[in-house]
């Protein structure tokens, strides 16, 4: 079954073997998680995480 990510839209296969679902990745699962904590202080700690735009085009911290 699909769902969507909470954090980008982006649709994915719902996998128990993904350990980060309902969303498609540790980035948006943390991304959703700083939305209430700190906005940016997870991203100031991992610049591993800088994806290519188009990979989300709806992110929502820009
Ligand atoms: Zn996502």
């Known amino acids: ?8 839209d982006k649709e994915q296969e719902y996998s128990k073997d993904n350990p980060f679902r309902p969303f498609c990745s540790e980035r948006c699962k943390l991304i959703d998680l700083g939305e209430w904590a700190s906005g940016e202080r997870f991203i100031a700690g991992e610049p591993d995480w800088s994806l290519p735009e188009d990979d989300h085009p709806d992110q929502p911290l820009h």
């Open 1 to 8: 079954m699909k769902v969507k990510c909470p954090t980008c």
